[in-house]
């Protein structure tokens, strides 16, 4: 008889974004010619910068012609991509990564999902809350984390990120074994200092445990004091794992082109307490189970470090952070306290309600779409979650309608 990994029963309803995207086409249905501006998932808006455009189609050409067609490339990215990440995002900040330490992939969500594979499956994982829901979910479909009762897994330790805390995570009290952090953080926005990642790095050193590190939003620091990559933080290369993604540097969230470090120096250990690179394994399990992002694509991500592609990013981004310092200047000024949208696409509201009551309400009468933030865990009972991804002239526009609204109710 054919059987079921049980652990995809423990998951909890749906994914998030799921249920919002219910409840909106439910709004619509019922309200056909309502105009709803969605400031809920993190989705880029703006077009591919030109320099990676250009890039792209050159290398579309490359491959209709005989001479410079190209089949299967390496799995873990090609060396000329390689090389340009290894150098400027980490040699150029002082961090001692190399072009054969990075691995090239479809997605930092995958990277983020995939990674915990490698480790035991009864080793005590810590994870943020509120997090980014792949995290936890795919170590519930890997057995790690227990039943869910009360809200949480039984297995898993939480940190909670709440006001008392300063939005940061805590060093857990238990020893732990797997830490996932993200910053700048979705969805709070929040950031972390260098004393702060010390902290952190010298903990995963003295308790043998790893840390995985989730800067997908590292482009949008704009604080010179903040840390781009752990590996700025000294002995970070033995404990820590870093995940990065072209999707909000460079607008590459339908195009598909990400990164993960591991460095060589990375250890776990077996059960009998030898150590083991981690390197090794991840290139095993890279190289076996997925098969290498396009060469046009990698062409186009390369592009983002020739110095057009550098200032059409930083124009992106500034784009979007523009939106973001409007959203967070305003829900101040109504009367709502704010974290991120400094240094981040997030701005994470105290709703002074329940999340999802407040989601209907902007969405009923601004017919504005954020996202809960009960959503991402308990400690986002509360507040809601808003970006800065969209098109100006709509998060103006979403803005004035949010301030009627909350100036009447
Ligand atoms: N990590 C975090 C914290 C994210 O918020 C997201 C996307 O929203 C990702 C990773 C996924 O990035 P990618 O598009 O590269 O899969």
Known sequence: MIRINEHYLKLQASYLFSDIA???????????????????????TRPLPAACIQAFHKAVDEMAAAATFR?????????????????????????????????????????????????????TVAIPDPVYPVYLDTNVMAG????????????VVYMDCTRDTGFIPELPRKKV???????????????????????????????????????????????????????????????AIEFRSFSKQAGFTGTRCAYTVVPKACTAFTAAGEPRPVHALWHRRHTTKFNGVSYPVQRAAEAVYSPEGRAQCRELIDYYLRNAALIRKEMTALGYECIGGENSPYIWVDGKTDSWKFF??????????????????????????????????????????????????
């Open 71 to 123: 089949g299967y490339g390496p799995e873990q990215g090609y060396d000329f991509l390689r090389e340009k990440i290894a150098k400027d995002d980490f040699q150029a900040r002082g961090a001692d990564i190399a072009a054969d330490e990075i691995f090239v992939s479809d997605g930092a969500k995958c990277d983020n999902g995939n990674l915990q594979e490698i480790f035991a499956t009864d080793i």
């Open 144 to 155: 790690r984390t227990g039943g869910f009762a009360d809200g949480r897994y039984a297995g």
């Open 360 to 409: 209907d309400l902007l969405l009923e009468k601004a017919n504005v779409v954020c996202t809960p933030g009960v959503g991402f865990g308990r400690c986002g009972a509360g507040f809601i979650r808003i970006s800065a991804f969209n098109d100006h002239e709509k998060v103006q526009a979403a803005i004035e309608r949010i301030r009627k609204t909350l100036t009447v109710a």
């Open 22 to 44: 219910k409840r909106v086409a439910a709004f619509q249905k019922a309200n056909p010619g309502k105009d709803v501006i969605k400031l809920g998932i993190g989705d880029v």
């Open 177 to 239: 074994d797997l830490i996932y952090l993200c910053f700048p953080n979705n969805p709070t926005g929040g950031t972390i200092t260098k004393p702060q990642l010390k902290q952190w790095v010298d903990y995963a050193r003295g308790n043998k445990a790893i840390i995985l590190f989730d800067a997908a939003y590292e482009t949008f620091i704009r604080d010179d004091r903040l840390p781009h990559s752990i590996f700025e933080i000294e002995g970070a290369r033995e404990v």
